[in-house]
Structures are given as C-alpha cells and as structure tokens.
C-alpha cells in the first residue's frame, strides 16, 4: 500500500479522490491507526467524518490539487446595533471553539469569538452581543486555578456593564472545576452567568453547541442569577438543562448530555425555542447590585482518591511539600484505609500528622451521590475526632474547589471549617430526596 501511494506522490495530509465501486470519495489521507489493516485507507471527508476503505485492484487513487482542502476564510461576526437583550461572550478555547486543520486532518482550538458567533445562527434573533471577549484560547485539561480567576475578574467586569447576563465557552473536560470556581469567586452574583461547551466540534454533523449557545441565551433571559453549566439534557436535540454550577459532573467521555445533576435538581429546562421550565424554586433571583472578583485562592491543595492498597506516603508526600489543603476522596460514608491487617498499609498516622502539622484535612465521598457521615463506622469517626471535616454531599472537584477558595482567605481552623460546612453557592444540598438520584 505505502508503495502505491509513494508511486502517485500522495503522503498523509494530501488530498486523495478515492473511486471503489462507482463510488467517488473525496478527502484528506490520515494515517493507519497502529492496530488497523494496512490495507485500508482512511479519509477525513469534508464532513468532517472519518471513512475507511479497503484497497483492491480496481480502486483508483488520484492525488488531488493541493489547495482543494485549504482553509476556507471563515466571514467575520461584527458587533452591531440591536434592539435585542445585550449579553456578553467570554470564549476561552475548547471543542466547541475548535475546527477541522484542512492541511494535517485533526481538530485544532483556533476560533475567535466572532467566528463562533458566525457559526451559530440560532442567537440572532435572540440576544446581541456588547462584548466579545477571549483572554485565552486553552483546552480545559491545561486550565489552572490562574484560568480561574481571569476569567472570574473578568466576568464582574461584564456582569457590572450593561448586559443581561454572561456566557462563557469552555471545553468540556473540566468545566464542572470552573463552574465551581466561578460560584465561589463571583460574590454579590445579580445576573446570570452560563459555562457552555460542546462534545463536538463545529465541523461534525452532530455538533452539539449551537444548542447549547442557543439554550444558554434563554437562560441569560430568565430570572436566575447562577452561575449555571447549560447544556444537552439527551443525547437527542430535545432541550438542555441549566445546572448549578456547584452540582453538576461531566458523567460520560463523549454523550452530547454528558453533564449531569449530582445531589440535586437541574436548576430549569430549557427549549432551543425559548421555553424554559424551572424545576427548582429555591434558586437566586436576579437583582440590582455590584458583582465582586473575590479570586484569592491557595493552590497547594490537593485532591486525593483512597483506595485499596492505596499509598499513605502520598500524604507524607503533600505534607512534606508544604500543602495546606488536602481533599481526600473518601470511600462511601467518608472511610479510608485506617484498621488494616498490615500497619503500614493504615493512613491513620499520616492523616494524623497532617492534622498536626496544620494542613486542613476534607472528606468527600468517591460515590458522589450521598452524603458522608462520620458517625457510623469506627473507622470515620476516629478520622472526625482527628479533625477531619466531612464534606456533606459536595462532590470531590467541588470540594476541592472550595477548600482552595476558603484557604485563601483564612487559614484559622475553626474559620475554615464553619465555612467549609456552610453552604456559600448551593454546593450542599440539606436534604437529599428520591428524584435526586440518577437524573
């Protein structure tokens, strides 16, 4: 095969007219994946979409001209004068700010804010916009708590202007961290603020997005004033759902309704229409006021999983680096390796020495529905009379969050844990009921 192709000059990355069995495919030649058949071809079509083809004698390959796969010059969103609800966009990189790279056949994080507004349609006759802004253009996976509070600062800014309310685009893989971030550090929140990804890219058929931009100016519309992830509630275009920004958990790799509820209700359902239905009657209201950027955030804290056979020097290790902060994801009603057969399996001395050493010590559970409790099993409650504060049924990234958040602005025990164990952004849910569960 690689001969064939080296006779016709045509490497991985060139354009390839491919015609098998009267049929003619036209696309970029991509490589073989490591496991597959060397005697097929992949192309990336113009959809988008990837195919494979088995070569036989009678297939014929032609190299096509070099820019009939160039870069078409996207047209340029311009902000204008409308009568319609002003909202502002912060675009921070992500898939649904992501294209086809025509030359190497992958999806690059290059969009502006004006080319993902000029590929959205679906908002003109909704909202305009004041403001398009982009600090950055960054994959979720590579956000830090610095991402955090740029864009936190940069959010009251907006929210203290003339708009109805914010979106911000985002990628997926970690807009749940954000989301809480956002809860915590936006103060005074009096308008509604929308995190908005998507699980595919602009170039796919099933590009999930445009309705989820659409939905999210609903929301920004409505009376809420949340920090809310809004996005596909099916993995069918039926409607979205807004959910709080602290109760809310990417569950699947790659589902469009991927974003889940945990330990509550969606905030509302929302129709690319405009329909929207609250299910929740105890959110924020919108109001007058000044948002405040309150972003001071310790970063040495850490998010820790408990297993079985599971290290206790990982502990010795953040102490010994100075953390102030550890969240560890506890089994079920918040227990960790403490009674084992082999003492030095037992985390109890190192918990032990953390709480000693000053290091703030947080429970969460790993089962992410429920709530923790130290008053049923031995081994917890030797952890509760430690000092550890369990974390009530906030989920681990949350958790994480919060500690960092709280650490920032005091370092006083009993300060900490009164705030830890106060709901701030509706991140603890006082009682947790049947329909909860699973939604």
């Given at each position: 095969m690689d001969g064939i192709l080296k006779a016709k000059?045509?490497?991985?990355g060139d354009g390839a007219r491919i015609t098998t069995s009267g049929v003619v495919y036209e696309g970029l030649l991509m490589p073989r994946i490591e496991v597959g058949d060397d005697n097929v071809l992949i192309l990336k079509l113009q959809s988008g979409y990837n195919i494979g083809l088995e070569y036989s004698s009678s297939m014929q390959i032609e190299k096509m001209e070099a820019n009939a796969f160039s870069e078409k010059?996207?047209?340029?969103?311009?902000l204008k004068k409308s009568s319609l609800p002003k909202i502002s966009l912060i675009a921070t990189?992500?898939?649904i700010a992501s294209k086809i790279d025509y030359r190497l056949g992958g999806v690059k994080s290059l969009l502006e804010p004006q080319e993902i507004c000029q590929a959205m349609p679906e908002l003109v006759n909704v909202i305009s916009f004041k403001s398009l802004l982009s600090p950055f253009k960054i994959f979720s996976e590579n956000m830090s708590p610095v991402e955090w509070q740029k864009?936190?600062?940069?959010?009251?800014?907006?929210?203290?202007?003339?708009?109805?309310?914010?979106?911000?685009?985002?990628?997926?893989?970690?807009?749940h961290f954000t989301s809480a971030a956002l809860s915590f550090m936006l103060k005074n929140l009096c308008k509604p603020v929308a995190l908005v990804g998507a699980q595919r890219s602009p170039d796919r058929g099933s590009f999930d997005g445009a309705m989820n931009m659409a939905c999210a100016a609903h929301y920004l519309l409505s009376d809420a004033a949340e920090v809310a992830i809004v996005m596909h509630a099916t993995s069918s275009d039926d409607y979205c759902y807004a959910i709080r920004g602290t109760k809310v958990r990417k569950m699947h790799t790659s589902r469009r309704d991927a974003f889940r509820p945990v330990n509550d209700l969606p905030l509302a359902k929302i129709y690319s229409n405009g329909r929207t239905e609250f299910l929740k009657k105890n959110y924020r209201k919108r109001s007058a006021g000044k948002v405040v950027a309150d972003t001071?955030?310790?970063?040495?804290?850490?998010?820790?999983?408990?297993?079985?056979?599971?290290?206790?020097?990982?502990?010795?290790?953040?102490?010994?680096?100075?953390?102030?902060?550890?969240?560890?994801?506890?089994?079920?009603?918040?227990?960790?390796p403490t009674f084992t057969f082999d003492k030095k399996n037992s985390?109890?001395?190192?918990?032990?020495?953390?709480?000693e050493e000053g290091i703030i010590v947080a429970f969460a559970t790993q089962c992410l529905y429920g709530r923790t409790n130290p008053f049923v099993y031995e081994t917890a409650r030797e952890m509760y009379r430690l000092g550890v504060i369990y974390c009530e049924d906030m989920l681990p990234e949350v958790a994480y969050v919060k500690l960092g958040w709280v650490l920032g602005h005091t370092?006083?025990?009993?300060?900490?844990?009164?705030?830890?164990?106060?709901s701030l952004a509706g991140e603890i849910n006082p009682m947790l009921t049947?329909?909860?569960?699973?939604?």
């Open positions: 000059r045509i490497s991985v010059p996207t047209p340029r969103y311009s990189g992500g898939t864009i936190a600062a940069l959010a009251a800014k907006e929210l203290n202007s003339d708009i109805k309310g914010l979106v911000i685009t985002h990628g997926t893989d970690t807009l001071a955030f310790e970063k040495k804290v850490a998010l820790l999983k408990a297993y079985p056979g599971s290290e206790p020097g990982l502990v010795d290790f953040l102490i010994d680096k100075k953390y102030k902060g550890i969240v560890v994801e506890a089994t079920a009603l918040g227990q960790i985390w109890l001395p190192q918990i032990k020495r953390a709480v370092r006083k025990k009993e300060e900490v844990r009164k705030l830890m164990l106060t049947e329909e909860e569960f699973l939604i």
